[in-house]
C-alpha cells in the first residue's frame, strides 16, 4: 500500500509520533512518503530530550521511507533543504495525494 504522509505541525511529540508510525508502515512492506509543510519543515530543528526526531527521521529513510519538504515553507522559516529532507515543491505535494492510497496528516 502507498501511504503518503503530511507533517504541518512543530510539535515535538507530534512529528516524532508521525515519524515512528512511517517508519512502522516501511517495516510492514508499505510505500511511506513523508511531505514537511507549514511549520512541519521545522522538524530537524525541534529535538528534544524525550523526542529525538531527527533520530526517528533517519530510521524511517534508512528503512526505505522517503522526505520532502516545501521549498516555500523553508523560506517562510529562513530554512533550507537537507540530505535528509531535501527540497520539494506543491507539484510533488499534488503527486503524493494523488498517488497515495492513504494519507494522513499530523
Excluded at 511531505?35 to 530510521?59: A, C, N, P, W
Excluded at 529513510?61 to 529532507?85: M, N, P, Y
Aim: charged share 20%.
Amino acid at each position: 500500500m502507498k501511504i503518503g504522509i503530511i507533517v504541518y505541525s512543530n510539535d515535538p511529540e507530534t512529528v516524532w509520533n508521525a515519524f515512528r508510525f512511517g517508519s512502522y508502515a516501511v517495516t510492514e512492506g508499505e510505500t511511506v512518503r513523508i511531505f514537511l509543510l507549514g511549520k512541519g519543515v521545522q522538524s530537524e530543528s525541534i529535538d528534544s530530550e524525550q523526542f529525538q526526531i531527527t533520530e526517528q527521521m533517519r530510521s524511517f529513510v534508512e528503512r526505505g521511507g522517503a522526505i520532502a519538504a516545501c521549498e516555500t515553507c523553508l523560506k517562510i522559516h529562513h530554512l533550507g533543504g537537507s540530505e535528509l529532507c531535501p527540497i520539494s515543491t506543491l507539484a510533488d505535494l499534488h503527486s503524493l495525494v494523488l498517488e497515495s492510497e492513504k494519507l494522513l496528516t499530523f
